[in-house]
């Protein structure tokens, strides 16, 4: 290989970057997950003393890591990571929300532990919520890095600037597709294959509401796909599967298609 190349590759400007690896930042939200909810992981915590001494770890590495990954000052760090673990009870509090959205709407669901422990998309909502979290915070990368996780995990991919309501449900999950700046309420529930996104996806849109605002207590059934800012699914309306909408709909709407279906039995004869 020539001295060149090489040379070439050592003075591009990322090469000096020192931001932790992936893993090391998603491992590191595991572990937050792991601090609210032991049965994500069966870690035993012996004490309460033994609870804050690793929520001590766990924001000495907050702060080891967005100490790397930003521009911040060193002060300015350390106190966003002790921002960032203040709000941990609001967190816990939403994410408990979350839980019980999916326990009481999956008749499939005999529990809150097996919600915490076996569902995808409780992961990648407890992924996307400490994400928000830090993105409000101002810190860069690290929150697209943890809902990239969760997307390479889970199939569900949420930008970590979308809004998102209390009581969210996501079921199965795979495919999921929810854009910067989309905004949903509360007790909304999707199925697989959901896509909220843009009707254009051209750079100078960069910063615009280009996603759909959906609504309190919408279902959207799997395959659908809303597209558009200023698209807005009114509240308690139920989106079919397979329905593409790019146009709002009032509050207690029904959205679905009828698609032609022909059944032949093979063993007629024709």
Request: contains cysteine; negative net charge.
């Amino acid at each position: 290989m020539e001295d060149q190349f090489l040379n070439y590759l050592f003075d591009k400007p990322n090469r000096k970057v020192s931001i932790p690896s992936n893993e090391i930042i998603s491992e590191w939200a595991k572990k937050v997950v792991h601090f609210l909810f032991p049965e994500s992981s069966g870690k035993i915590f012996a004490s309460a003393e033994e609870l804050k001494k690793y929520a001590i770890e766990l924001e000495h590495d907050l702060f080891g890591i967005i100490s790397k990954s930003c521009e911040l000052q060193h002060t300015d760090c350390k106190e966003t990571s002790m921002r960032f673990f203040d709000q941990l009870p609001e967190l816990y509090r939403i994410l408990n929300t979350d839980i019980t959205a999916i326990y009481e709407g999956d008749p499939a669901a005999v529990s809150r532990f097996e919600v915490v422990r076996s569902y995808p998309g409780f992961y990648a909502i407890c992924f996307y919520r400490i994400a928000h979290l830090l993105f409000n915070l101002g810190i860069p990368i690290i929150p697209r890095i943890l809902t990239e996780h969760a997307h390479s995990r889970t199939g569900v991919d949420i930008h970590p600037a979308a809004i998102i309501g209390e009581y969210f449900y996501i079921d199965h999950g795979t495919g999921i597709v929810i854009g910067e700046t989309a905004v949903i309420g509360q007790y909304v529930k999707l199925y697989q294959g959901v896509t909220l996104g843009a009707l254009s996806v051209r750079k100078v849109l960069a910063g615009v509401k280009r996603h759909p605002t959906v609504g309190d207590r919408v279902v959207i059934y799997s395959g659908a796909t809303i597209l558009g800012g200023e698209t807005v699914i009114g509240h308690d309306s139920i989106i079919g599967g397979n329905v593409w909408l790019t146009e709002s709909i009032e509050p207690f709407s029904t959205a679905y298609h009828s698609p032609i279906i022909n059944i032949r039995n093979t063993k007629q004869t024709s």
